[in-house]
């Protein structure tokens, strides 16, 4: 069974920045491009970032300036920075892996809250 674990999301205050991480198995995390979509309120899941297992980006256009998708091989795990963060960031963050745009794996998600 595939597990996609998220950690990192909470409560973050507006213009502050946030870490997120998503840990799998190597035999995952080798082959797989991960990625990190969010979904809002009422609103469609949104692609967040990618990356390949060669540590090629992508980002979706309504972050990309605000956004870093990182990953550590010796830890199978993603990470996603998000700095200068608005309410309108707030959602849950998923974890994926497989294609860009239709993603094989999902992970459970984190919540990320932003307020004052």
């Known amino acids: 069974q595939v597990q996609l674990v998220e950690s990192g999301g909470g409560l973050v205050q507006p213009g502050g920045s946030l870490r997120l991480s998503c840990a799998t198995s190597?035999?995952?995390?080798?082959?797989?491009?991960m990625g990190w979509y969010r979904q809002a309120p009422g609103n469609q899941r949104e692609l967040v970032a990618t990356m390949t297992s060669g540590g090629a980006p992508y980002y979706g256009g309504s972050v990309k300036d605000r956004v870093t998708i990182s990953r550590d091989n010796a830890k199978n795990t993603v990470y996603l920075q998000m700095n200068s963060v608005k309410p309108e960031d707030t959602a849950v963050y998923y974890c994926?892996?497989?294609?860009?745009?239709?993603?094989?794996?999902w992970g459970q998600g984190t919540q990320v809250t932003v307020s004052s």
């Open positions: 190597q035999s995952i995390f080798d082959i797989y491009l």
């Open positions: 994926t892996a497989g294609a860009v745009f239709q993603p094989t794996y």
